[in-house]
Nanobody, 131 residues
Framework: QVHLMESGGGSVQAGGSLRLSCAASIKDASGIQYAMAWFRQPPGKEREGVAAIGSDGLTDYGESVKGRFTISQDNAKNILYLQMNSLEPEDTAMYYC???????????????????????WGQGTQVTVSS
């Protein structure tokens, strides 16, 4: 069983920062290291990968957020974070936490998790950036 709950969204001005959190409850006796990721979906657009931590613990980012966003996880607390700096109006979207039990590196997670039938999703948290 997998349960993901995001928090930390809100409204900020351009140039500001937010930190999103995802409390992850993953009850899987197999010991699989899930790939974890953040996705976002702007109004009227498709869901896109923002940042991911692969099964090997390495990270990757979408091109539009590289250098501004940082993904990290606290394994002791089972929390996934997304630190977002230098926010832009184009970052406005619903942000989702995702987990997938298939073994994959971070770059692959960004590409396939959105369409994978075994990806688990949180309910999302809204981020709005005003100019």
């Amino acid at each position: 069983q997998v349960h993901l709950m995001e928090s930390g969204g809100g409204s900020v001005q351009a140039g500001g920062s937010l930190r999103l959190s995802c409390a992850a409850s993953i009850k899987d006796a197999s010991g699989i290291q899930y790939a974890m990721a953040w996705f976002r979906q702007p109004p009227g657009k498709e869901r896109e990968g923002v940042a991911a931590i692969g099964s090997d613990g390495l990270t990757d980012y979408g091109e539009s957020v590289k250098g501004r966003f940082t993904i990290s996880q606290d394994n002791a607390k089972n929390i996934l974070y997304l630190q977002m700096n230098s926010l832009e109006p184009e970052d406005t979207a619903m942000y989702y936490c995702a987990a997938n039990p298939l073994r994959m590196p971070a770059f692959q997670a960004l590409l396939v998790m959105a369409s994978s039938p075994v990806t688990f999703w949180g309910q999302g948290t809204q981020v709005t950036v005003s100019s």
